[in-house]
């Protein structure tokens, strides 16, 4: 990040700061996550799981907790989501399993289902038990694109079903998202690296950092020389504001969460007094929220339409106002404001919705700030894969239900293929499924050679 008089480090104490960045939820001790289970109705067809990406078996883990089995519960949860773990922290549960809870419609609080995940997974990890084992070898090797939520989950499953795997991560530690891309206070403790080794720990998975698709290989040449590719390719782009981002004082809200999730000593990173973000997603609640947490005394997020069409749920602008945030809706940033090379404020038009389109009604806002953090979506680096090779869909990769790709013995799945929820979660059931399909089609080549 810059280093501008109004942007700089050790704004608050290391205790402020140890304070800030502690554990956003309070875990469940067995006692309250024992009370917490006896409320589940174990519904028959229950809707939670349903509305759960990867269709955790909810009412029998629930029920295994409330029996005091949780290492049972967590078996439950990670035969359907490996990270489980890590999706018990981060999944926006309070629009999906909970949102569906029996309880939630007929007493406004549902089962805190999130949190019980969270209760077993971190009671098996606390063992340092493997639940899973590689299987039988069956002599086929399989390449997975980035080290990500959906390319660890595939590979996983690949392994478990006795494939030889060799991940390919262009940064320096796998992880993807969870490990760069997520609010320091929602993932302690190194949980991130934790769960990575838990899932390599299965055996048969060699990763390989630093090697990016495009730069160090290319997709020609992992079909020559692997049975099958997955892309779990994430999106490696940044939307730009177009008003001269490179002006000191405007960053990447991506890239500075990725250097705070990197960063051992909190004091040492700046952050301005006054701060903007643009954007409407989790991004700009994530890297808002942690500005105020960094010392920022004013931090304002402006979003271009109004607080329902935003992205981030509504639990989450609540945890960034809670921090002091202030939202505003319905403006369109305008221009940059400058004072000596360097930020001094934006300026945005206010604007109104018709008929679906954005249209300024011709007044305006200007906000004083040093610092502004984009946080107006990525994009998919489709030039990554070479020219032509795979059907793309809206700037995306284009898959079928089986999560294959156009072109033969290549499989994708994540936030890169077109259609994608955005979610961890979601990028996990991709993962699984593609893993499913890859070793149907690998068996049914391997029974045609016999």
């Not at 907790?65 to 773990?85: E, F």
Request: net charge negative; proline share 3%.
């Amino acid at each position: 990040m810059s280093a501008l008089p109004d942007i700089r480090s050790g704004r608050l104490t290391p205790e402020e700061l140890a304070e800030n960045f502690a554990d956003l939820h309070h875990p469940l001790d067995r006692f309250e996550a024992r009370v917490a289970a006896e409320r589940c109705l174990f519904c028959y067809e229950a809707p939670c799981v349903t509305a759960c990406p990867t269709s955790i078996d909810i009412p029998l883990f629930v029920r295994q907790i409330a029996t005091g089995n949780p290492l049972g519960a967590a078996r439950t949860i990670l035969d359907s989501n490996i990270m489980g773990g890590m999706c018990a922290r981060v999944c926006p549960t309070e629009t999906l399993c909970e949102e569906a809870c029996v309880r939630e419609a007929a007493e406004g609080k549902p089962v805190e289902i999130g949190l019980l995940q969270r209760f077993a997974t971190d009671s098996l990890f606390a063992t340092g038990r493997q639940l899973f084992r590689r299987g039988a070898p069956t002599g086929r090797h399989v390449a997975v694109v980035g080290a990500g939520p959906a390319g660890l989950a595939c590979a996983h499953r690949l392994a478990v079903l006795g494939h030889e795997v060799t991940v390919y991560e262009a940064r320096d530690k796998a992880g993807g998202l969870n490990e760069y891309g997520i609010a320091a206070y929602k993932a302690t403790g190194g949980f991130a690296a934790a769960e990575v080794d838990y899932i390599l720990g299965v055996g048969g998975i060699t990763v390989e950092t630093g090697k990016r698709l495009g730069r160090d290989f290319t997709l020609a040449e992992l079909t020559d020389r692997f049975d099958a590719v997955f892309l779990g390719l994430g999106l490696g782009g940044v939307n730009a504001l177009g008003l001269g981002d490179d002006l000191a004082g405007v960053e990447d809200a991506v890239a500075t969460i990725a250097e705070l999730r990197q960063t051992e000593d909190l004091a040492t990173l700046p952050i301005g007094r006054r701060v903007v973000v643009i954007g409407g997603g989790m991004t700009a609640i994530d890297i808002a929220s942690q500005a105020k947490r960094l010392g920022a005394e004013e931090v304002t997020i402006v979003y271009r339409r109004g607080p329902e069409q935003m992205n981030a749920s509504d639990y989450e602008q609540m945890v960034a106002q809670t921090d002091g945030v202030l939202i505003r809706h319905w403006l369109r940033p305008a221009r940059l404001m400058a004072t000596d090379g360097r930020l001094a404020g934006i300026a945005f038009d206010y604007v109104e919705d018709r008929d679906g389109r954005l249209v300024g009604t011709g007044e305006s806002l200007e906000i004083a700030c040093d610092q502004l953090f984009r946080a107006i979506g990525q994009t998919f680096l489709a030039g990554d894969l070479g020219a032509g090779l795979i059907a793309m869909e809206g700037g995306r990769i284009k898959v079928d239900a089986e999560r294959r790709t156009s072109l033969g013995a290549v499989w994708a799945g994540g936030d890169c293929v077109a259609g994608g929820e955005d979610l961890t979660v979601a990028a996990v059931e991709d993962g699984k499924q593609a893993a499913i399909s890859i070793d149907r089609a690998l068996r049914a080549g391997m029974a045609r050679v016999a």
